[in-house]
């Protein structure tokens, strides 16, 4: 049997995967009226060059070159920096493309923040919502004893079968929690560097930040792969992935304080020249 608490857990990180993203892009245009085809561009660029480029190369292409399969086997360090450049790479690249091409006349603090949150949301339902979902569909099935029906209609499938029961059942119920957790946190990490890539590009600096943002990315992936393959407690995994999005959610702050006095000394300016 699938815990009650696991279940609530599964609950509640389904709901805050799936349809969390949704209502902070309602919540976030009701207050700023951003472009709406930001949310739309950064979904697009997450989709683009995570789901159809750079998860099918390490998937499909990369295990077929002897130097990777032998960073995989004998260098954990070499591969949690090869992932975590990787991942900046494609996807800080992807958020700059887009914010000097179909953003490039939307380039504010609420479109970054906005195209942060379609970014982070599709990430969030496409990789954990999903999977919670049925998660929790099967977990059901499990407590209901439908589970154990099909194994015995499907005995050549029963190795595999069983040891998804053994899965869910056996996790602690704290993990399914933390997932949720873990997704909020991502999404503030991915909102605060789609404000940088902009900021970079607005100072005419795009390159550089580019640059910074890709080696942040880096910084932030590496060690939760390191510490995770070292069998570091999760807990302490994440508390680190939450100091990086504190660090995020103050830099986004502190932006929009800078863009607001900014345009307020602009507005001072043309009311003392008239």
Do not use: C
Not at 97 to 110: E, G, P, Q, S, V
Not at 118 to 136: A, C, K, P, Q, R
Request: aromatic share 12%.
């Amino acid at each position: 049997m699938v815990s009650s608490t696991s279940l609530i857990f599964m609950v509640f990180t389904a709901v805050v995967t799936t349809l969390g993203p949704i209502i902070a892009a309602i919540v976030f245009y009701r207050k700023q009226k951003y472009y709406i085809g930001s949310v739309f561009t950064g979904a697009a660029v997450f989709f683009l060059f995570q789901i159809v480029l750079r998860i099918p190369i390490l998937q499909l292409v990369l295990p077929r070159m002897e130097w990777y399969r032998h960073m995989v086997e004998n260098s954990l360090w070499g591969y949690a920096l090869f992932l975590g450049f990787t991942a900046g790479l494609f996807e800080e690249v992807g958020r700059y493309l887009a914010f000097t091409t179909i953003l490039k006349k939307r380039l504010d603090w609420k479109n970054a923040v906005a195209f942060g949150i379609g970014h982070g949301g599709i990430e969030s339902i496409l990789l954990v919502g999903f999977t919670y979902i049925s998660n929790l569909m099967v977990s059901v099935m499990i407590n209901s004893g439908m589970y154990d029906s099909m194994i015995a209609q499907y005995p050549q499938q029963e190795d595999a079968l069983m040891q998804v029961k053994n899965t869910l059942v056996e996790t602690p119920s704290y993990m399914y929690l933390l997932g949720g957790a873990e997704r909020i946190f991502a999404f503030l990490i991915h909102i605060g560097l789609s404000v940088l890539i902009m900021e970079g590009i607005r100072k005419k600096k795009g390159l550089l930040y580019l640059g910074l943002a890709i080696l942040l990315h880096m910084v932030i992936d590496s060690p939760v792969v390191i510490l995770s393959g070292l069998g570091a407690d999760i807990l302490f995994v994440e508390i680190l992935v939450l100091i990086f999005a504190i660090i995020a959610f103050l830099y986004v702050r502190g932006q929009r304080k800078k863009e607001n006095t900014e345009n307020a000394s602009v507005d001072d300016t043309d009311v003392s020249a008239l």
